[in-house]
């Protein structure tokens, strides 16, 4: 088994390759709840939903999140309501949320509801949420805290992030199950998510980052850095305004103890030392994921990192 850290659209696209390089029942994902809201009453998880409408086949391919071919007619009778809808819901993607707030408000946990949704969409993957305890993303900034999705989609990111807080992770505990995975794993890949938002929740669950830690197999993580900026979002201006190094390096070092193999993009080649000080083996290839062909390659690459590096 292969265990991912996964965020939202950046990890899915990779994860699509992933599934098509390996057997996808191979593969346990373990998904971002910090971005979780409640909207309208419902629970709403994007950074899940955003790898299972992927790996079903069914997501927007212009914006990554989303239902392709999706209509909005319910938002926009929520709207003449009176209720605000810069939250893009659309209608197909509303039964998703009606359908896990329903199963939640009858008593089920997260993990079972997400496990649920996913292979009513025909995904064979395991797609774990981080913990069924509330975590939620809170973003500094000079305007004042804001939780994730006001800060993300409704201000788009505008504003400088000047501190980060996973409120509730300290109490949280691991989905069941989810440090077994680990320990059992084959190998553990960080796919190209922001490593503050996507993957910081993660790591803030108590025991995730230990069991990441004590790994008995090889871990690799693809930098969202390249050329010392994101291929999209705010990742490179947050790690700017956090202090932190803007550059595959500076995703390096948050991920030192964690990562055995790093893969970087070629135009990166100069940070080589800089990243085997750090601990880690550098692996460097085209790695914009601009179509299928370019997905499986990455994970082609990362597979073969987890396979040799066990090999040594
Ligand atoms: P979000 O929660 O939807 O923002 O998604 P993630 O955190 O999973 O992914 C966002 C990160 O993915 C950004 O920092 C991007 O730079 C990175 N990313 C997106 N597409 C690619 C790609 O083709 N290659 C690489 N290396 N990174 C990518």
Known sequence: MLVALAGGVGAARFLDGLTKVVKPEEVYIVGN???DTEIYGLHISPDLD?????LAGLANPVHGWGIQNDTFEG?????????????????RDLATHIFRTNCLLKGETLSATTA?????????????????DRVRTIVRTPAGKLDFQ?????????????GIKFQGAAKSRPAPGLLRAIRNA???????????????PILAVPGIRTAIERRKCPSVAISPIIGGRAVKGPAANMMETLGMEVSALG???????????FILDETDKDLAPAIQKLGMQPVFMDTIMR?????????????QAVRKYRAL
Do not use: H
Not at 50 to 54: A, H, Q, R, S
Not at 150 to 162: H, S
């Open 291 to 303: 179509g299928p062909a370019e997905k499986k390659a990455l994970a082609r690459k990362a597979v």
């Open 75 to 91: 938002l926009k009778a929520l709207g003449a309501l009176g209720q605000e809808t810069w939250f893009q819901l659309g209608d």
């Open 186 to 200: 084959e190998g553990i890949i960080f796919c190209p998510s922001n490593p503050i938002i996507s993957v910081g």
């Open 116 to 132: 649920t949704i996913a292979r009513n969409l025909g995904v064979q993957s395991t797609v774990m949420p981080m913990s069924n």
């Open 251 to 261: 995703v390096a070092k948050i991920y030192q103890g964690l990562v055995d193999v």
């Open 33 to 35: 709840t910090g971005d």
């Open 50 to 54: 955003t790898v299972i409408y992927t």
């Open 150 to 162: 006001t800060y993300f989609v409704r201000r788009q990111a505008k504003d400088e992030v000047v």
